[in-house]
């Protein structure tokens, strides 16, 4: 059976989303934090990490820093809540994160990435797991990141076939994890483009020996695609679990957050990808986006629960 992660996405995959969705939907056999990226890590970050807010679920935490220092101070946190390994992004497209050389804007110095990579392998008290692009602008730096990558005894690389500047757009190069898969021993998992069956099949079609993806959009979309992929046809997709689990969000943040416009900015991200599971959702989407407090909010998403059916 395919063994299926959940991608961090920075404000939508928090601890009281993954607690959520292993409660409602279950099947994901590890989930990734948003990214930590400062030694001084905030409340947020700390929430995400506290073993009480992620009982029972297998949870790596990810880091996101081009200093050796600091990644080294933050493992040292993360390990004395009981952590065995960590998660380096190299992969956020995001200008904001790759201008300042961090995320996939790391790739871009390969002998600066070599000479980090060195000690924090060397000093990590940590497993060390990488989430990556190919590169930059040109799939032929893949090849001088796989003869780093290949120097240090990684846990798990977790390879987007895309460059940074295709940030989400175009097909993935699945050639890149191919050779990939020629050249590394360590183990690889993939990760980009998977949102219904269909996609998966075509995935194996082309790469037959995939046995990890890592799911992001895709689960937003359709929360039951882990269940479609394992071929589970006990579990069937059904509304009343989609609100469960849209009640169970929203009294968690309503509980841990300070007045109505914060747990709105949560719930409305959650919308921009789930409404896209039913049918004609468009005019009810934008009810949601427009709602400025609870009541019209709850008025514009029971309509859409009420008024329309599931896609997926």
Not at 78 to 89: D, E, H, Q, R, T
Not at 102 to 110: E, Q
Not at 149 to 175: A, D, F, N, V
Not at 284 to 294: D, E, H, M
Request: with cysteine; glycine share 6%; charged share 20%.
């Amino acid at each position: 059976m395919i063994t299926c992660y959940l991608a961090p996405m920075e404000g939508l995959t928090t601890y009281i989303y993954r607690n959520a969705y292993n409660r409602c939907f279950g099947g994901i056999d590890r989930y990734f934090t948003p990214f930590i990226s400062s030694r001084k890590m905030n409340s947020r970050e700390i929430n995400e990490i506290l073993p009480e807010h992620n009982e029972g679920i297998s949870v790596i935490p990810q880091i996101l820093t081009n200093r050796a220092e600091e990644f080294l101070q933050i493992t040292e946190q993360i390990a004395a809540f009981g952590y065995k390994s960590v998660n380096l992004n190299l992969g956020c497209p995001s200008g904001t994160v790759t201008a300042k050389g961090r995320g996939a804007g790391f790739l871009g110095v390969p002998e600066q990435l070599d000479e980090f990579l060195y000690t924090i392998f060397e000093k990590s008290p940590l497993r060390i797991s990488i989430k990556t692009r190919i590169g930059i602008s040109s799939e032929d730096e893949w090849g001088r990141l796989i003869t780093i990558y290949s120097k240090y005894p990684i846990e798990e690389l977790i390879i987007h076939p895309r460059l940074q500047q295709e940030q989400y757009k175009g097909t993935p190069h699945k050639s890149a994890y191919l050779k990939a898969q020629d050249t590394l021993q360590f183990p690889l998992c993939y990760n980009g483009d998977i949102h219904s069956p269909e996609d998966f099949t075509m995935l194996l079609s082309e790469i037959p020996t995939v046995s990890c993806i890592m799911l992001g959009r895709g689960i937003l979309k359709d929360p039951f695609l882990v269940h479609k992929l394992h071929g589970d046809l006990n579990t069937i997709p059904d509304k009343n679990t989609i609100r469960a689990f849209h009640s169970e969000l929203f009294t968690c943040y309503t509980e841990i957050m300070s007045g109505e416009t914060p747990v709105l900015y949560k719930m409305k991200d959650l919308w921009t990808y789930l409404s896209q599971s039913f049918t004609a959702y468009e005019k009810y989407l934008k009810k949601i986006r427009k709602a400025n407090n609870f009541a019209d909010y709850k008025a514009a998403v029971d309509s859409l629960l009420r008024e329309q059916e599931l896609l997926i």
